[in-house]
């Protein structure tokens, strides 16, 4: 059945307002239907713009497509701008909105490039996810000399400016982000400032300030099953057992091929996670292959096969709205930095399509 017959308007997530829906639509009158990819790692392969666009199957299965983005590579690059519109639906500012970035000294706040992310998805109906309002590695340095009084009164300011500018045009918000460490609540200048709380404060504070945002906690390592999975879960059960405002929760999903989880355990977790209430987004997927011990043909097989069996488990849950690669071309990608050269994304540096983009678009076709 031609994709544009299989999905209906029932279908639609509750939580996706307008903009989104208008994203849907869009998708679902503009795409051309299914092809037989053949899968290619050639450096004479097609490129970005040459294949089938992410989101016409996403589309299709009524899911989120996104990518994490840079205003300063949209500003510059035509081609990264061409192919991240050619492909996704769903855009997040990758550093943009972080406190840090945003607030370098406090009381002086700059959303430039932060809007510059926001006007370019909105001007093309691409959904927005905010990320991210409460995270330890991007505080601003000022926060620590506050007292607990001020310290509250700045996280709350914070919240309800960036959360009140972008209100109607930013569709969720990573409103925490990693406060699971390795045994219980992460040691953060937020838990020692104000205690245990500031989580659900956050949240409560983030829905005054946008009441339709979807609401999201997020965090990674806590994929699967095991401690920090239960951890993660734990806590959210806790928070939503209070009425705190909590309605999505991100599993980022920053895999290595050579050790990653189960897909079935990932499936088991992800379903606990919806039995709460919550919806489920894969946040920031990308998956290093250095370490897997194989040829290079063999590791972008690897590499296809985590990806295609991580969305897979996302199309296969209802509860489970969209998908975010953290970036989408290995020319860009924050692994090289944090863990040592590699090509952890779905195109290569040349813009060209990856065995791992035909896994995903695979997955979101349900093959
Ligand atoms: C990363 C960015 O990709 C880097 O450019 C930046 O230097 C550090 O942060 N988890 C998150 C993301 O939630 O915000 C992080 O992004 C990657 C890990």
Same mark, same amino acid.
Request: aromatic share 8%; proline share 5%.
């Given at each position: 059945?031609?994709?544009?017959?299989?999905?209906?308007?029932?279908?639609?997530?509750?939580?996706?307002?307008?903009?989104?829906?208008?994203? !849907?639509?869009?998708?679902?009158?503009?795409?051309?239907?299914?092809?037989?990819?053949?899968?290619?790692?050639?450096? #004479?392969?097609?490129?970005?713009?040459?294949?089938?666009?992410?989101?016409?199957?996403?589309?299709? #299965?009524?899911?989120?497509? @996104?990518?994490?983005?840079?205003?300063?590579?949209?500003?510059?690059?035509?081609?990264?701008?061409?192919?991240?519109?050619?492909?996704?639906?769903?855009?997040?500012?990758?550093?943009?909105?972080?406190?840090?970035?945003?607030?370098?000294?406090?009381?002086?706040?700059?959303?430039?490039?932060?809007?510059?992310?926001?006007?370019?998805?909105?001007?093309?109906?691409?959904?927005?996810?905010?990320?991210?309002?409460?995270?330890?590695?991007?505080?601003?340095?000022?926060?620590?000399?506050?007292?607990?009084?001020?310290?509250?009164?700045?996280?709350?300011?914070?919240?309800?400016?960036?959360?009140?500018?972008?209100? @109607?045009?930013?569709?969720?918000?990573?409103?925490?982000n990693e406060a699971i460490g390795d045994s219980g609540l992460r040691d953060t200048v937020y838990l020692r400032k104000l205690g245990p709380d500031y989580i659900a404060e956050a949240?409560?504070?983030?829905?005054?300030?946008?009441?339709?945002?979807?609401?999201?906690?997020?965090?990674?390592?806590?994929? @699967? !099953?095991?401690?920090?999975?239960?951890?993660?879960?734990?806590?959210?059960?806790?928070?939503?057992?209070?009425?705190?405002?909590?309605?999505?929760?991100?599993?980022?999903?920053?895999?290595?091929?050579?050790?990653?989880?189960?897909?079935?355990?990932?499936? #088991?977790?992800?379903?606990?996670?919806?039995?709460?209430? !919550?919806?489920?987004?894969?946040?920031?997927?990308?998956?290093?292959?250095?370490?897997?011990?194989?040829?290079?043909?063999?590791? !972008?097989?690897?590499?296809?096969?985590?990806?295609?069996?991580?969305?897979?488990?996302?199309?296969?849950?209802?509860?489970?709205?969209?998908?975010?690669?953290?970036?989408? #071309?290995?020319?860009?990608?924050?692994?090289?930095?944090?863990?040592?050269?590699?090509?952890?994304?779905?195109?290569?540096?040349?813009?060209?399509?990856?065995?791992?983009?035909? @896994?995903?678009?695979?997955?979101?076709?349900?093959?």
């Amino acid at each position: 059945m031609p994709w544009s017959r299989r999905r209906s308007a029932e279908a639609l997530p509750a939580w996706i307002g307008l903009a989104p829906l208008v994203v !849907l639509l869009h998708v679902a009158c503009g795409g051309d239907g299914p092809t037989t990819p053949t899968p290619s790692a050639s450096p #004479t392969g097609p490129t970005a713009t040459q294949v089938e666009p992410l989101k016409n199957a996403a589309g299709a #299965t009524v899911r989120l497509v @996104g990518a994490a983005v840079q205003a300063s590579l949209l500003r510059s690059d035509t081609t990264y701008v061409s192919a991240f519109a050619h492909h996704f639906n769903y855009a997040t500012a990758e550093n943009e909105m972080k406190w840090a970035q945003i607030e370098r000294q406090q009381g002086q706040r700059d959303y430039g490039p932060a809007d510059e992310i926001v006007a370019f998805a909105t001007g093309r109906g691409i959904a927005v996810k905010g990320h991210t309002l409460v995270w330890h590695s991007s505080t601003p340095a000022w926060l620590e000399a506050l007292t607990t009084a001020d310290a509250r009164r700045a996280v709350e300011d914070h919240i309800r400016t960036t959360v009140g500018r972008y209100r @109607g045009r930013v569709v969720a918000w990573d409103v925490v982000n990693e406060a699971i460490g390795d045994s219980g609540l992460r040691d953060t200048v937020y838990l020692r400032k104000l205690g245990p709380d500031y989580i659900a404060e956050a949240f409560r504070i983030a829905r005054e300030a946008d009441p339709d945002a979807l609401l999201i906690y997020n965090d990674y390592g806590g994929e @699967g !099953l095991g401690r920090k999975s239960d951890d993660i879960y734990a806590l959210l059960q806790g928070l939503l057992g209070r009425g705190v405002p909590v309605g999505g929760v991100g599993l980022q999903m920053h895999l290595d091929a050579a050790s990653r989880p189960a897909s079935a355990d990932i499936a #088991t977790n992800v379903r606990r996670l919806a039995e709460l209430g !919550l919806l489920v987004n894969i946040s920031e997927m990308d998956v290093r292959i250095a370490r897997v011990p194989a040829d290079a043909s063999a590791r !972008l097989e690897e590499q296809r096969r985590a990806y295609h069996d991580v969305v897979a488990v996302c199309v296969a849950e209802p509860r489970c709205v969209g998908v975010t690669f953290w970036g989408f #071309t290995d020319a860009h990608s924050w692994v090289d930095q944090a863990f040592g050269p590699d090509d952890p994304l779905l195109f290569d540096d040349s813009y060209r399509a990856k065995p791992a983009y035909y @896994g995903v678009l695979d997955a979101l076709w349900r093959r």
